[in-house]
């Protein structure tokens, strides 16, 4: 089969094509596995992280991917869940031990032997997989394949931010930065909560009359006040200024919510801003966003289905992914990026 590997750790500044075009078998689900045929998997920005060694695949050479979509092509001996043919999905929770306190409690996406999709297994940048059939998901007939892949990354983390911004009805949220996961968030907020005014703070003008045409109250750049305090902001960038700025613009008690898997360095210096009585006193939070749940997946699928949110996708090939990533890479965003493997 035809997959797209990482061989080596490497910084896309200097070398554009980080993955290579293979020829490898395909692979054979064991037990309770299903073979997945891939048809579309999601660009996203944790594969720049893993590729620039911030979040560092602990195997080389991989198959990056994990916002997968697909039908079921094989089955192993134990697995029962699915048809052959029938459509599935699969997201960055790859696998987790299942009997630890945070699986147990319901928070796998927090369980020491975590796993994700196309970092510690291989994943959707080939024309197979494989993943444990509990770790694959059904997706709603109201999406076509390139459509559903970004839902199951950008989607259920956005879901799950959301979620920990712990808000009411009512009460103001903050956005801050406004790509692929933003944008899913927005709409998400909208429809559960329609009496919170949304703030959205992008450093595009683009990308803020997008927000506005969305429905968001107001829109401005990274480093303006917001009209009014915010009860909780959700911070999707990979950098350190949006943080700062985020947390003048909180209410006493409000919580920023920061939806990154690492941040980059460029920008640290930004940190030593922090002002202790404009940024943080008054009980102000900041909580991270690690992971996402299987559950999380599966409740955002719904939503999504029901709202209905329609994400803008721009197609390319497989043998195109380091095109993709380099764009992405440049912030050359013209919705989410797909590829279109078969
Ligand atoms: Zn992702
Ligand atoms: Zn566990």
Same mark, same amino acid.
């Not at 001996?77 to 029962?80: D, F, I, L």
């Not at 960055?92 to 009997?99: E, P, R």
């Not at 943080?280 to 009980?283: G, M």
């Given at each position: 089969m035809k997959a797209m590997v990482l061989r080596k750790i490497t910084d896309l500044a200097k070398n554009t094509s980080p993955l290579e075009l293979v020829d490898l078998p395909i692979p054979v689900p064991r037990d309770n596995e299903i073979l997945v045929k891939v048809s579309a998997c999601g660009v996203c920005h944790t594969e720049l992280d893993e590729i620039e060694g911030r979040?560092?695949?602990?195997?080389?050479?991989v198959v990056l991917g994990h916002q997968v979509v697909g039908r079921v092509a094989a089955t192993g001996?134990?697995?029962?869940r699915f048809q052959l043919g029938e459509r599935v999905g699969v997201a960055?929770?790859?696998? /987790?031990?299942?009997?630890c306190r945070f699986c147990l409690s319901g928070?796998?996406?927090?369980? /020491?032997a975590f796993r994700a999709t196309g970092r510690d297994a291989p994943g959707g940048y080939a024309e197979y997989m494989v993943v444990p059939e509990d770790f694959a998901y059904r997706i709603p007939a109201a999406f076509s394949d390139v459509e559903a892949a970004p839902l199951l990354c950008a989607g259920a983390i956005g879901y799950r931010s959301l979620r920990l911004a712990n808000l009411q009805d009512g009460q103001s949220l903050g956005l801050t930065g406004f790509g692929a996961s933003a944008h899913l968030v927005l709409m998400m907020a909208r429809h559960k909560y329609p009496h919170s005014p949304v703030f959205v703070f992008a450093r595009s003008a683009r990308e803020r009359a997008f927000a506005l045409e969305l429905g968001a109250a107001w829109a401005g750049a990274t480093e303006d006040k917001s009209p009014e305090k915010l009860a909780s902001i959700i911070d999707t960038t990979p950098v350190w200024k949006p943080v700062v700025e985020a947390l003048q613009n909180l209410e006493p008690g409000g919580r920023l919510v920061i939806n990154a898997i690492r941040k980059e360095e460029v920008d640290k210096e930004y940190l030593l801003r922090l002002d202790y009585p404009a940024h943080?006193?008054?009980?102000k939070e900041i909580k991270s966003v690690a992971n996402v749940t299987r559950d999380d997946v599966r409740e955002f699928l719904e939503l999504a289905a029901a709202i209905p949110i329609r994400p803008e996708v721009e197609e390319f090939a497989l043998e195109e992914a380091n095109q993709a990533l380099v764009e992405l890479k440049l912030r050359q965003i013209r919705g989410a990026k797909v590829l279109r493997v078969a």
């Open positions: 979040t560092p695949p602990p195997r080389l050479p001996s134990q697995a029962r960055w929770i790859y696998s /987790a031990c299942g009997k928070n796998e996406n927090l369980c /020491a943080l006193w008054l009980e």
